[in-house]
């Protein structure tokens, strides 16, 4: 049964923007280790960092509203073996999912010259 759909389009120009002001604390605030080495490391694509982003963002729509808040790297956008984009949660939105019945969150990523775009579907009983 579905529990939540959310969606998000970020502006590659914006990731870009703060990632010239902040760097890598940007990077190192908002993704976890995993996802770091799939966005490049040390040499970052700023689009597949935006389309995560705009993941943990539909991500978090799609899960519903929480007490704390969103944390963003208890929204983990990782891949399976086939490349595949998949959501691992954990603390305290693991909880939250848990707690409103959602055993798993489908996502769906994109992006392009100026714009990245997901879309999630919380699923579960």
């Known amino acids: 049964m579905v529990k939540g759909i959310g969606i998000d389009i970020v502006e590659n120009e914006r990731i870009e923007q703060a990632y010239a002001r902040f760097g890598d604390r940007l990077l190192k605030r908002i993704f976890s280790p995993d996802e770091l080495e799939i966005i490049g490391g040390a040499s970052v694509d700023l689009q597949r960092a935006a389309a995560r982003f705009a993941g943990k963002e539909a991500v978090y729509k799609a899960l519903g ?6 944390r963003w ?4 956008i ?8 998949v959501v691992r949660l954990s603390g305290s939105l ?4 848990c707690e409103r ?8 990523l994109t992006h392009e010259r100026k714009y990245a775009a997901a879309a999630a579907v919380a699923v579960g009983e």
Not at 78 to 85: I, N, T, V
Not at 101 to 108: A, D, E, K, T, Y
């Open 94 to 97: 693991a909880l939250c999912a």
């Open 101 to 108: 019945g959602i055993s798993f969150v489908h996502i769906s």
């Open 73 to 76: 790297q208890e929204i983990e």
């Open 65 to 70: 509203s929480t007490k704390t808040g969103i």
């Open 78 to 85: 990782l891949r399976d073996s086939s490349g595949k984009p």
